[in-house]
């Protein structure tokens, strides 16, 4: 059996809006083995993003508990924390690269954070430019980079400090439809090939399908579950 790396149990997420609560999670119990391909699948405003930002320790919930490797995340410190978001890899909708950085400069940022020396990193960000195809952009900037381009950027600089796992909300959403199906293969073959766990928000069931699983939301719950 495969180790459970992600668990949460009956998380809850209340935003106030004023004084109105708005309960983006309402119940949400599911479990994430190691080297699994998940997609979270769910219509605008389910929950989706709500979920993924809890997973990745970078917002608190209401209620409820979620482990990461078994550790209850809700008495780690913020130092832990801090740590602990380290060992997670982001890639969100919009790249978030810096724009005065090139793109090895980006991936190589992350590893800078950790303290890897400066030869270390940069050959180890060459070695991730190469894995998602950019051999020949390393020396450019964003705005000199296509969209799929820039992604992949994004998932290189994600994987540089060894993430324990991947979480991905709507990657290809700002790229048009060729570029998001190589996007997609490349997903696939970290996941396949380097054994990268990886989560996946979206609303497009045609992505969805690309994960192993695929667990359905709506109005903050998980309502279903399919296997791909
Ligand atoms: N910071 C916030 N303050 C108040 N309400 C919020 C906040 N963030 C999200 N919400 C609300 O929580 C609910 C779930 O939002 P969430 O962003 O998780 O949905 P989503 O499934 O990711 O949607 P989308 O597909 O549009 O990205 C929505 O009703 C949203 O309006
Ligand atoms: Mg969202």
């Given at each position: 059996m495969a180790k459970t790396i992600i668990k949460t149990v009956d998380l809850r997420k209340t935003y106030m809006q004023g004084k109105i609560p708005v309960e983006a999670l309402r119940s949400v119990n599911l479990e994430v083995e190691e080297g699994e391909f998940l997609s979270i699948l769910g219509p605008s405003g389910s929950g989706k993003s709500t979920l993924l930002n809890l997973i990745g320790a970078l917002d608190k919930p209401t209620g409820g508990r979620l482990f990461i490797e078994n550790i209850?995340?809700?008495?780690?410190n913020d130092n832990q924390l801090a740590d602990l978001r380290m060992k997670i890899g982001f890639v969100f909708q919009?790249?978030?690269?810096?724009?005065?950085?090139?793109a090895k400069e980006n991936v190589e940022l992350p590893m800078a954070i950790a303290g890897l020396s400066k030869g270390v990193r940069g050959k180890r960000a060459e070695e991730l430019l190469e894995m998602v195809g950019l051999a020949s952009r390393m020396n450019h900037k964003p705005t000199e980079l296509s969209g799929g381009e820039q992604q992949r950027v994004a998932i290189a600089r994600a994987l540089a400090n060894n993430p324990r796992f991947l979480l991905m909300d709507e990657?290809?959403?700002?790229?048009d439809s060729k570029n998001a199906f190589e996007i997609m293969q490349l997903v696939k073959k970290l996941n396949e090939e380097k054994g990268v766990t990886i989560i996946m928000v979206t609303h497009d069931q045609r992505l969805a399908a690309e994960a192993r699983r695929t667990v359905h939301m709506l109005d903050g719950m998980i309502v279903s579950e399919t296997v791909n």
């Open positions: 209850d995340v809700s008495t780690l919009f790249f978030n690269l810096i724009p005065r950085f090139t990657p290809t959403g700002n790229i």
